[in-house]
């Protein structure tokens, strides 16, 4: 159990609250949090539930966190932070229904459901009390999933980005043959929280590494030998620098060219090194032709 | 979380000292006062119904509410007044808890006066056994163990 100075030290100095560098200790913030009781009871409570306080100052300190700096006082702090987070919210809604309407889900009922679902957030998201708030259920996998030490709105910015991402890239590709793809390689995809993402991206990046490079919205074949040629020898750092020049390559032939997509890739690819070496020569080309990375 | 309730603002104990002398000169007229020691002892025990019941308080408190709700009471003898204030504090909170937040201070304050006064006769076991406990559990919808209702 942490004890008072834990909390109440010097500013730096173990303060609890401290996004961003700036210190704020209880005492400091406790104000703040009295008020928002007071706000949230209607002036009717003089005391909540521990739990409550704590959620409280939860969304006060999210919300300090977003306000920036040269405010004259906490309390107005805490406004810009709220306006901002609102803000955010606003344009995190723009994103929101230009993925919806240009979603291809290719069949997932999870990933079409998991969009519809999102749209609660925009209705129930609780900027004035619980902005650390996330009011929807999110049961669509990302290929990179996002940190849970992401709250409130900044959590499904950042989901929303992510899955934009992913559609843009499986859009590349004909309906028909991602379809048949995951229909032969994950017979359950369609009722399951499965990523189909991650078939396609695997069957994409295993034909660019083996010289067969997506034309015309093919997912392109696997070229086994080339494939082994490429990448077989390689280990530890030099296969993950290798898969992710083979992303590079697969994002600048499908034309993809936002940093944070071929990023937010590129990652990824690096981490299938271990599945990729685990394979050997004789098992990576199914790997990737079937997307089981 | 029970940080929170631990360290509260500063001097949270200070403030519940100062809120029961202020009571003091509301209820003196009413042939009711707290002692120096009462006063200590029942900001002591409040901090602790506090943390039993896994509450924080903020701004005034409640002392005041109860202190001015109960001074006219025909059923507190001056003798029992701090015993029976303190006890009053922890139904109150004991009851916001099992309510579900469900329930205001004032109407709470209101309706142990009105049954302390009335049904109750000044009984605060019947207050706390019965009344209070039947009535949180009819504002959280009927939530309860089985049979409490065939057993009133």
Not at chain 1, 26 to 33: G, K, Q, S, T, V
Not at chain 1, 189 to 199: D, F, G, H, S, W
Not at chain 2, 139 to 146: H, P, Q, T
């Given at each position: 159990?942490?004890?008072?100075?834990?909390?109440?030290?010097?500013?730096?100095?173990?303060?609890?609250?401290?996004?961003?560098?700036?210190?704020?200790g209880?005492?400091?913030?406790?104000?703040?949090?009295?008020?928002q009781?007071?706000?949230?009871?209607?002036?009717?409570?003089?005391?909540?539930?521990?739990?409550?306080?704590?959620?409280?100052?939860?969304?006060?300190?999210?919300?300090?966190?977003?306000?920036?700096?040269?405010?004259?006082?906490?309390?107005?702090?805490?406004?810009?932070?709220?306006?901002?987070?609102?803000?955010?919210?606003?344009?995190?809604?723009?994103?929101?229904?230009?993925?919806?309407?240009?979603?291809?889900?290719?069949?997932?009922?999870?990933?079409?459901?998991?969009?519809?679902?999102?749209?609660?957030?925009?209705?129930?998201?609780?900027?004035?009390?619980?902005?650390?708030?996330?009011?929807?259920?999110?049961?669509?996998?990302?290929?990179r999933?996002?940190?849970?030490?992401?709250?409130?709105?900044?959590?499904?910015?950042?989901?929303?980005?992510?899955?934009?991402?992913?559609?843009?890239?499986?859009?590349?590709?004909?309906?028909g043959?991602?379809?048949?793809?995951?229909?032969?390689?994950?017979?359950?995809?369609?009722?399951?929280?499965?990523?189909?993402?991650?078939?396609?991206?695997?069957?994409?990046?295993?034909?660019?590494?083996s010289?067969?490079?997506?034309?015309?919205?093919?997912?392109?074949?696997?070229?086994?030998?080339?494939?082994?040629?490429?990448?077989?020898?390689?280990?530890?750092?030099?296969?993950?620098?290798?898969?992710?020049?083979?992303?590079?390559?697969l994002?600048?032939?499908?034309?993809?060219?936002?940093?944070?997509?071929?990023?937010?890739?590129?990652?990824?690819?690096?981490?299938?090194?271990?599945?990729?070496?685990?394979?050997?020569?004789?098992?990576?080309?199914?790997?990737?032709?079937?997307?089981?990375? | 979380?029970?940080?929170?309730?631990?360290?509260?603002?500063?001097?949270?104990?200070?403030?519940?000292?100062?809120?029961?002398?202020?009571?003091?000169?509301?209820?003196?007229?009413?042939?009711?006062?707290?002692?120096?020691?009462?006063?200590?002892?029942?900001?002591?025990?409040?901090?602790?119904?506090?943390?039993?019941?896994?509450?924080?308080?903020?701004?005034?408190?409640?002392?005041?509410?109860?202190?001015?709700?109960?001074?006219?009471?025909?059923?507190?003898?001056?003798?029992?007044?701090?015993?029976?204030?303190?006890?009053?504090?922890?139904?109150?909170?004991?009851?916001?808890?099992?309510?579900?937040?469900r329930?205001?201070?004032?109407?709470?304050?209101?309706?142990?006066?009105?049954?302390?006064?009335?049904?109750?006769?000044?009984?605060?076991?019947y207050?706390?056994?019965?009344?209070?406990a039947?009535?949180?559990?009819r504002?959280?919808?009927?939530?309860?163990?089985?049979g409490?209702?065939?057993?009133?």
């Open positions: 159990m942490r004890n008072k100075e834990q909390y109440l030290g010097k500013a730096g100095e173990g303060a609890l609250f401290n996004p961003g560098g700036a210190g704020w209880m005492e400091a913030l406790w104000p703040l949090l009295e008020r009781v007071a706000l949230y009871t209607g002036g009717e409570s003089s005391s909540v539930p521990l739990e409550t306080a704590a959620a409280l100052m939860e969304s006060v300190v999210l919300c300090l966190g977003a306000a920036g700096g040269g405010h004259p006082s906490l309390a107005a702090a805490l406004r810009a932070g709220q306006r901002a987070l609102w803000q955010k919210t606003e344009e995190t809604r723009t994103l929101y229904l230009r993925l919806r309407a240009a979603l291809r889900p290719s069949g997932s009922q999870i990933l079409r459901g998991t969009v519809e679902e999102i749209g609660n957030f925009f209705i129930w998201y609780d900027i004035r009390f619980f902005a650390q708030s996330i009011p929807c259920m999110i049961d669509y996998p990302l290929l999933p996002v940190s849970e030490e992401e709250k409130g709105v900044h959590f499904i910015t950042e989901y929303l980005c992510r899955m934009d991402w992913e559609n843009r890239f499986c859009r590349c590709f004909k309906e043959e991602v379809r048949a793809l995951l229909e032969r390689e994950r017979p359950d995809y369609q009722t399951l929280p499965l990523n189909i993402c991650e078939v396609v991206f695997a069957r994409a990046l295993g034909g660019v590494l010289d067969k490079d997506p034309v015309g919205g093919a997912l392109p074949g696997v070229d086994p030998d080339a494939l082994a040629a490429r990448i077989v020898a390689l280990d530890g750092e030099a296969l993950a620098q290798a898969l992710q020049r083979g992303t590079a390559r994002c600048n032939r499908l034309r993809l060219w936002g940093t944070g997509l071929r990023g937010y890739f590129g990652a990824y690819a690096a981490t299938l090194a271990v599945r990729v070496q685990s394979a050997g020569e004789n098992g990576v080309a199914r790997l990737f032709a079937a997307g089981q990375l | 979380m029970k940080e929170l309730a631990a360290i509260g603002p500063a001097g949270q104990g200070e403030r519940s000292l100062r809120q029961l002398a202020v009571c003091n000169e509301m209820t003196a007229s009413f042939g009711l006062t707290l002692s120096g020691e009462e006063i200590t002892a029942l900001a002591l025990r409040h901090t602790e119904v506090l943390r039993e019941t896994g509450r924080v308080e903020f701004g005034e408190g409640i002392w005041k509410k109860l202190a001015f709700a109960f001074c006219d009471s025909p059923h507190i003898p001056p003798r029992e007044y701090a015993p029976t204030l303190g006890e009053l504090m922890e139904m109150f909170y004991e009851c916001k808890g099992d309510s579900g937040e329930i205001s201070d004032d109407e709470l304050i209101a309706y142990m006066k009105d049954a302390f006064d009335g049904p109750c006769q000044g009984s605060l076991d207050l706390r056994g019965t009344l209070l039947g009535w949180s559990r504002l959280r919808g009927g939530e309860g163990e089985a409490e209702e065939d057993e009133e």
